[in-house]
């Protein structure tokens, strides 16, 4: 058996590995390569490897940093089957169209700021246009989460939760190499144990060979006390002063874990009268493609479900889709919960909100995830005033909350547990998905105190494995 890595090697971007097994080619993700111009630009060199050789592309979860790169596989002339799990395959149908426009509006803006300057634009294509993404779509066979599927001359994986996102899961390959049979499992993105939609990570037996992530696999999280409560706390205070809380939040994932969070509020009856806007057509999707699998959900929010509750729909709730009633709600001066994407607000419906409430001391904007340096999030994050948004300053008068903890992915220490429940060490283990820093770091600590063979490979490199 040999395994290269393609990308997500010594960075967090770009997942993609490819495995030969007795001649059988099954290449693990094709992410897209995020992080600033240079590193976009790296999507448009050809692929290390003949797409055309490929048998089968597997994916563990519909993060484009692990499936944004497909439209170009096939435009490579892949046409094989993407087995991946149900709930993955319906949100890809989303986000790969989503990353389709995004890389049209990217090529316009370009000719725009070209022609501008009156310079050849000429050269300047979209990455792939939605179009492209779409088409892809027919390649895909969705796999219940949990379940297992055979692959033609090669074996079988199985698609075990790891509770990331909606689908999300760790893949156990069992292959048969020229008459042995191997065990190899890819950790994919695993999730924290504390969510509330989404199972915890589910272990697995030790396999002969294990790529992991390590994302976060220098730091754990400060403990940060029951989230539904300081969530309760910021909506019932401005509530008082008749202010709307606005919350900038990634439409899938976040936007549904705060929604489970408001519905466990509002059916304890804390928050009566509360009126709950999910404004991003994406997110609104998103929620849709939630709602129709609740296989994928965790025990207790299942269990909600058989008597009957839908935990992302409760009295209140309104999900927009329509321009124009965003733009009603930018003018409404009513109290209200919005949430909003983008997450850092670099782009869509969330600016606008912005505009029209951070200047208005009755409002609060609740950050309940990670904001990248320089980015609207940050500044607002950070205390700034004023603040610009498209173009024009405005005074910083709204409160602002952080809440802590809603993060997709496991800490250092969630990490570690997952590795001791496979019960044993690996023969060997490949850390991938971490800054550099990050991966040598949780590669050592795993090495020491498993006492593993772990390596950190580098983009481009590859393994023999007997
Ligand atoms: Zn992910």
Redesign the pocket.
């Known amino acids: 058996m040999r395994i290269e890595f393609h990308g997500a090697a010594r960075e967090v971007t770009g997942?993609c590995h490819l495995v030969d097994c007795g001649g059988v080619r099954i290449l693990l993700d094709c992410g897209m390569i995020q992080g600033g111009r240079e590193r976009h630009e790296r999507n448009r060199e050809p692929f290390p490897f003949d797409p055309r050789t490929l048998d089968c592309v597997i994916l563990?979860?519909?993060?484009i940093?692990?499936s944004g790169r497909l439209p170009l596989l096939r435009k490579a002339g892949y046409h094989g089957p993407i087995v991946t799990t149900a709930p993955t395959a319906q949100l890809l149908e989303i986000m790969l169209a989503d990353s389709g426009r995004i890389q049209e509006e990217d090529a316009r803006w370009t000719i725009r700021r070209l022609e501008k300057r009156k310079k050849d634009t000429s050269w300047v294509t979209a990455l792939y246009t939605e179009e492209d993404a779409i088409a892809v779509l027919d390649q895909l066979v969705p796999v219940p989460l949990g379940g297992t599927h055979t692959l033609p001359r090669a074996g079988t994986v199985t698609f075990v939760p790891a509770g990331?996102?909606l689908g999300?899961a760790t893949i156990d390959l069992r292959l048969d190499d020229e008459g042995t049979s191997r065990r190899l499992v890819f950790s994919?993105?695993l999730g924290v144990q504390g969510a509330r939609l989404l199972p915890r990570p589910q272990s697995v037996d030790c396999p002969d060979y294990l790529i992991m992530e390590s994302?976060y696999g220098d730091r754990d999280r400060a403990n940060e006390g029951d989230r539904t409560e300081r969530l309760f706390d910021i909506i019932q205070r401005t509530m008082r002063r008749k202010g709307k809380v606005i919350i900038p939040a990634f439409a899938v994932g976040r936007t549904q874990e705060v929604l489970t969070r408001i519905n466990d509020l509002v059916e304890a009856g804390r928050l009566p009268d509360a009126r709950v806007y999910v404004d991003s057509p994406m997110a609104v999707a998103a929620t849709r493609a939630f709602a129709l699998h609740p296989e994928a959900y965790s025990r207790p929010v299942r269990e909600l479900m058989e008597d009957g509750d839908a935990p992302l729909y409760f009295e209140g709730l309104e999900l927009v889709s329509r321009v124009e009633d965003s733009m009603a709600l930018n003018e409404s001066r009513r109290p209200a919960v919005i949430i909003s994407a983008s997450g850092m607000c670099t782009a869509g419906r969330i600016k606008h909100h912005l505009k029209h409430s951070i200047t208005n001391s009755r409002n609060t904007v609740v950050f309940v995830g990670y904001q990248a340096s320089g980015s609207l999030g940050q500044v607002i994050q950070a205390g700034t005033n004023p603040i610009r948004i498209f173009g024009e300053w405005y005074p910083l008068n709204a409160r602002v909350e952080t809440i802590e903890g809603f993060s997709?992915?496991a800490d250092r220490r969630e990490l570690l547990e997952w590795f001791a429940s496979l019960g044993d060490a690996p023969t060997r283990t490949f850390v991938v998905h971490g800054e550099e820093a990050v991966s040598l770091h949780f590669a050592d600590t795993l090495a020491k105190q498993f006492n593993a063979p772990v390596t950190v490979p580098k983009r481009g490199q590859h393994f023999e494995l007997s």
Do not use: Q
Request: no cysteine; charged share 15%; aromatic share 0%.
């Open positions: 997942s563990s979860h519909a993060h940093d692990h990331h996102i999300a994919g993105d994302t997709a992915h």
